[in-house]
DNA sequence: TCTTTATGCCTACACACGTAGTCTAAAGAG
DNA sequence: CTCTTTAGACTACGTGTGTAGGCATAAAGA
């Protein structure tokens, strides 16, 4: 369940919709890579050997689909960055957020009625 | 400043533990990395040459220091992270670790300890 | 039916990375 | 002063990744 950079984005973009045709792709995420079609075919195919989406003809061309959900990134990206940097502890690494000020009100706000339901669960 | 993997485990025995040289680098990351010595002189000439570490002569052999600083790192990780799966906000990623279950009693109460303490403040 | 166009498939290629061997020079031993 | 050892410098090489071009084929238009 490992993917590189440029094959991730063309994931990311199909987490935020799907299916989509390798042409709508190209043009989903021209904003931030400039990829050609081809490019972006390549990616496509190497990521179907990979198991990470799928595709169903439409017509004459091809619509894709994610398999490798975002859940799953989402939850392997965040246990490595606690494991690498804050020895697998909750606690340092929110200490290190409000260090960096990435707290607002509304974030502390919202962090003590998380912990308020936990507290009654 | 950006690290290829096994360059970063070199950094990060240097982290644990400065200086040291490329043959106590070797055998200080034997247990994860069974690399030769001239592997890890490979890995330390390119991080000399990223700037990443620097060296002094120590007799006929060379002592290596960290130049990048590991809370750069975890600044910049944690940040990615948060981009790139939370849409920048911290709450939904502590929203993320409780539902993993991540979070202890002792973590929760840690956790409002910090908010109490930026609340004073 | 013949030609044009669009779509997928295959091939390419430079550079980065992981992994290491060989060559060279300097320090220490005799 | 010569020989041996050891540490560094240079070279190498397979694979993965980013990026794309060219060829073949099927659909659509004339």
Redesign the pocket.
């Known amino acids: 369940m490992?993917l590189?950079?440029?094959?991730l984005a063309v994931l990311e973009a199909l987490w935020r919709d799907a299916p989509q045709?390798?042409?709508q792709l190209t043009m989903a995420l021209a904003a931030t890579?400039?990829?050609?079609l081809?490019?972006v075919?390549?990616?496509l195919?190497r990521m179907l050997a990979r198991g990470a989406v799928r595709h169903e003809k439409d017509?004459?061309?091809?619509l894709y689909w994610p398999v490798w959900e975002r859940r799953t990134f989402l939850t392997q990206a965040t246990r490595q960055l606690l494991d690498s940097f804050f020895g697998g502890k909750v606690t340092p690494l929110v200490a290190h957020l409000s260090s960096q000020r990435k707290l607002s009100a509304a974030d502390r706000r919202a962090l003590r009625e998380l912990l308020d339901s936990w507290e009654q669960r």
Do not use: H, M
Not at 4 to 7: G, K, N, S, T, Y
């Open positions: 490992e590189p950079d440029a094959e045709s390798a042409e890579r400039a990829w050609k081809n490019t075919k390549t990616l195919a017509g004459r061309r091809f």
